[in-house]
């Protein structure tokens, strides 16, 4: 038994009181619920008839070059085990994605010219979409890398320019238009600013005078977000930012995802590239480490706590589909397939279900309940709340201080919820008349929990209890 405190009050709970099965069952989505829309209240994506969608990403740039169809199946399935519902990857990838052939022996282009398409190749890109529609996934679609627009660190060779842009982006539009799972992803890890932004600009104008089916977003560079050039274009429907790979610390959200919030007019959020589960800290293994589970979930729990509708996981080794025989990336060490299972991968599933167990249409940042001073970035508490009920997320185990007072309900049922097991422990009824001090089960570097107060009224089952699955 472990003690709670709560300003002199001792409560006494019990560990392990429920828990939940791992793999998903079923298709990661129900496609019958029809296209997703921005809802109407711009704060997350729903289905037409009007289901909320919580968007759980895997990162998968290299996915249409460099894996078989026999590897597809094997990561699409894998990933669908997890609960993963949308699939970042790439038409024009970004390791030589234009020179050299995909694992099928095609090349993208006829001599790298974007309004000539290799039929062979757009035909392997079709039933990998295909296939994960099978598996209820949505694939978020980039045309193209940002080298192929802006060379810098890339493999190039640069080949847009604003007329074959748009030219190109018809060409996707025309294909792609009546499948059921895309979410076109404009940009490529690139500024979009200067001479960019005409051509990223033709792109999406190009796909969207033909495709009125689908959504669009904007994939940045490390630490900015699409607001930043496009927040007001038409095409723009909702926000993505990079919080990326260079830092440990809550000031990135502070600076990309609440502003990103409260912009106006108001539109959907998103980190769709937080730290890669693996990937050196600021590319400097020898003296900062690697990212690991722990880094992963801090920084999607963040995201999705500040006011993200979902967030992209992303693993260095997968992102490439590193393999024997390929140049590793930025310090990557493990094949593609070894990394499939790190435990970084496996605790999305429990981000996913805790947050789909409850109400998300009005779901939104409550940092006004947290009364902590002065708290490091590092070990920063951030919370969330719907109209019955509150989230907390505790990262490192410090006490939080809440004012339960800004509680709209009088009573609450309060539960631990384990970010790394999905395993819920129940605390007991609470009455919201006071501050409290909340201890978490355990403490320290690791030791991430989400502290859930549901009003007692509601009817809520356990956290991250699905009344699916």
């Not at 880094?295 to 729990?301: E, I, L, M, S, T």
Request: hydrophobic letters at 40%; a neutral charge; charged letters at 25%.
């Amino acid at each position: 038994m472990k003690p709670l405190l709560f300003f002199g009050c001792l409560i006494t709970f019990s560990f392990q009181v429920l828990s939940q099965e791992i793999v998903w069952e079923g298709p990661a989505v129900e496609f019958s619920h029809g296209k997703l829309l921005v809802a109407e209240n711009n704060r997350l994506l729903t289905f037409e008839d009007g289901t909320p969608f919580f968007w759980m990403g895997d990162t998968a740039w290299e996915l249409f070059h460099r894996l078989s169809k026999d590897e597809t199946l094997e990561y699409l399935e894998d990933r669908r085990e997890k609960g993963f519902n949308v699939i970042q990857a790439v038409v024009l990838a970004e390791l030589d994605g234009l020179n050299t052939p995909n694992a099928e022996g095609n090349k993208p282009l006829i001599d790298n010219d974007p309004t000539r398409v290799n039929e062979a190749y757009f035909a392997h890109v079709d039933w990998v979409i295909r296939k994960a529609e099978e598996k209820g996934m949505f694939v978020g679609l980039l045309p193209t890398w940002g080298d192929k627009v802006d060379k810098k660190w890339g493999v190039g060779p640069v080949i847009f320019n604003e007329a074959n842009a748009f030219a190109y982006g018809e060409i996707l539009g025309k294909r792609y238009r009546n499948f059921k799972n895309i979410i076109w992803i404009n940009g490529g890890d690139r500024l979009g600013g200067g001479d960019n932004f005409a051509v990223w600009d033709a792109l999406a104008r190009g796909i969207k005078s033909v495709d009125k089916n689908h959504l669009m977003t904007y994939h940045p560079s490390g630490e900015s977000s699409s607001s930043k050039w496009f927040h007001e274009s038409d095409w723009l429907d909702f926000n993505m930012m990079q919080t990326g790979h260079g830092q440990r610390s809550y000031a990135i959200f502070k600076r990309l995802m609440v502003p990103d919030y409260n912009r106006q007019p108001t539109k959907p959020v998103l980190d769709g590239e937080p730290r890669y589960e693996d990937h050196p800290h600021n590319w400097k293994p020898e003296t900062l480490g690697w990212f690991n589970d722990v880094d992963v979930r801090q920084a999607c729990y963040w995201g999705v706590f500040s006011g993200g509708f979902g967030v992209t996981y992303g693993c260095h080794a997968i992102w490439q589909m590193l393999a024997e025989g390929r140049q590793p990336i930025g310090f990557a060490r493990n094949s593609w397939r070894a990394d499939l299972d790190l435990p970084g991968a496996w605790d999305m599933i429990h981000l996913r279900r805790l947050i789909e167990s409850r109400p998300l249409t009005d779901r939104v940042p409550f940092q006004e309940i947290i009364l902590n001073d002065n708290m490091p970035e590092k070990e920063f508490i951030v919370a969330t709340k719907g109209s019955h009920f509150v989230m907390v997320y505790i990262p490192t185990g410090i006490d939080a201080r809440l004012n339960l007072k800004r509680c709209d309900w009088k009573k609450s049922k309060a539960w631990w919820y384990n970010c790394r097991t999905g395993e819920v422990s129940k605390i007991g009824r609470i009455k919201n008349q006071e501050i409290r001090q909340f201890s978490t089960p355990t403490q320290g570097r690791g030791n991430d929990w989400v502290l859930v107060l549901d009003n007692v009224k509601s009817g809520f089952k356990a956290p991250g209890k699905s009344t699916k699955r």
